[in-house]
Nanobody
Framework: QVQLVESGGGLVQAGGSLRLSCVAS????????MGWFRQAPGKEREFVAK????????NYADPVKGRFTISRDNTKNTLYLQMNSLKPEDTAVYYC????????????????WGQGTQVTVSS
């Protein structure tokens, strides 16, 4: 199995920045495509970004393009999400997830999930 633990969430003013981290343990981290999802109160969990096992390919949801950057350091078994120019609508619980195959833009394509970290953006 793969265990994922997110950190780095918090309260920030609109326009500010946060960097989320996700540390993986268990199976070999580098074999998994990794993604970030978020879920606001009363909303479905939605795709934010994903990155290939090699780190060479990334995809972003339209609302975060140009503001968020996903990256990974396989030597540290860690996934990152750099979030800049944060907006109140970015407020959500952010989850990292690992996929061994499937639809990387859907929650159904991921096999393992972290506990989530709260990001709150005030205006």
């Amino acid at each position: 199995q793969v265990q994922l633990v997110e950190s780095g969430g918090g309260l920030v003013q609109a326009g500010g920045s946060l960097r989320l981290s996700c540390v993986a343990s268990g199976r070999t981290f580098s074999r998994y495509t990794m993604g970030w999802f978020r879920q606001a109160p009363g909303k479905e969990r939605e795709f934010v970004a994903k990155i290939s096992w090699s780190g060479g390919f990334a995809n972003y949801a339209d609302p975060v393009k140009g503001r968020f950057t996903i990256s990974r350091d396989n030597t540290k078994n860690t996934l990152y999400l750099q979030m800049n120019s944060l907006k109140p609508e970015d407020t959500a619980v952010y989850y990292c997830a690992a996929s061994s195959g499937g639809d990387y833009l859907s929650i159904h394509g991921y096999d393992y999930w972290g506990q989530g970290t709260q990001v709150t953006v005030s205006s």
